[in-house]
């Protein structure tokens, strides 16, 4: 009798075990079934948001579901990613992410997340931090710059978007390179930055390709702290090709909550992925000065363990106290 009854409970448990498999098969095969969340970490207006909205309509038609777009500012980023971080884990929630900041925050406190908290889906933009100028500035090479510099220590004023990211490290970077000690300004985002240097408040600054779009003949772009030259200023050199080995910017991807399944993420991920490589997309894309690219989820956690120790080293180098 007690064989008999073990023999049907193993039975159950094993067409329990069938049936719940089944339904998480078909669960993965529908998704998504409902609409998605795209949680911008900045203002409506600046880079990241620009991306998402033209990303809109074409993740749309790849995913059959709307791409619902909400902003959750503050703290640098770190406001969103940390309401990611907390977020349930079904996909149907999601945010943009920038590098190097969801490395750099952790790195130097505790901003409500830890960089290895989100699932990394893709990233899918490069924007080079680059040398600028006004129009009118007697500076009109990178050349010119870098000789005055050299001639005149701490007497010019270069700004950047905050201190131990991307735009600082570029100008502490190209400094100890070419020998040249400016007074760094830091502001607190690029409006202020852009702000600055058309109100003649510094020298110069280091911003992006998509600030001098912009900006437009308002300004001059010196340099780009890129590989290669920019689709949109095909005219600019790199700082590599003027010497300095100095390759800086911000990367834009996309990440989920943690323990998001990876049946989903790589849903996700093609998605992201054929939307890079439309050509409709594309050409509305570099004109603004953004560099596309595209790692899979595997390759973009790859990438992020590498820019970690790479930041480790360079916060130490450079004198960083937590």
Excluded at 29 to 51: L, V
Excluded at 113 to 142: H, N, W
Aim: charged share 20%.
């Amino acid at each position: 009798m007690r064989t008999i009854l073990w023999k049907r409970l193993v039975t159950i448990g094993f067409v329990f075990l069938f049936i719940m498999l089944i339904l998480g098969t078909v669960s993965f095969a529908k998704y998504p079934e409902q609409p998605i969340t795209y949680i911008i970490a900045f203002s409506p207006g600046g880079e990241s948001d620009i991306t998402a909205r033209l990303q809109q309509k074409y993740l749309e038609e790849e995913l059959g579901v709307n791409m619902l777009i909400t902003y959750k500012t503050g703290g640098g980023g770190a406001v969103a990613w940390a309401e990611l971080a907390r977020a349930k884990p079904d996909g149907y929630t999601i945010a943009g992410v920038n590098e190097p900041h969801t490395i750099l925050q952790p790195l130097q406190g505790n901003p409500g997340y830890k960089t290895e908290d989100l699932t990394r889906i893709g990233c899918f933009q490069y924007t080079p931090c680059s040398v600028i100028v006004r129009a009118d500035s007697p500076f009109k090479t990178m050349q010119d710059l870098i000789e005055y510099a050299k001639e005149h220590p701490k007497t010019l004023t270069i700004g950047g978007t905050g201190t131990w990211a991307s735009t600082h490290f570029t100008y502490l970077l190209l400094s100890k390179q070419a020998g040249i000690d400016l007074v760094y300004v830091p502001f607190a985002g690029s409006g202020q930055t852009k702000a600055a240097i058309l109100g003649g408040h510094v020298s110069v600054t280091i911003g992006h390709p998509t600030h001098a779009v912009a900006l437009g003949d308002k300004v001059r772009q010196l340099a780009m702290a890129s590989d290669e030259r920019v689709a949109a200023f095909p005219d600019v050199p790199t700082l590599k090709e003027l010497g300095y080995d100095v390759v800086e910017g911000s990367y834009r991807g996309v990440c989920a909550p943690p323990g998001t399944p990876k049946e989903i993420v790589d849903i996700l991920d093609s998605a992201f992925k054929k939307v890079n490589e439309n050509p409709e997309f594309i050409a509305q894309m570099e004109p603004l000065g953004f560099s596309l690219l595209y790692w899979g989820a595997e390759e973009y956690d790859k990438v992020i363990k590498e820019r970690t120790e790479y930041y480790e080293k360079l916060l130490a180098d450079y004198g960083f106290e937590r």
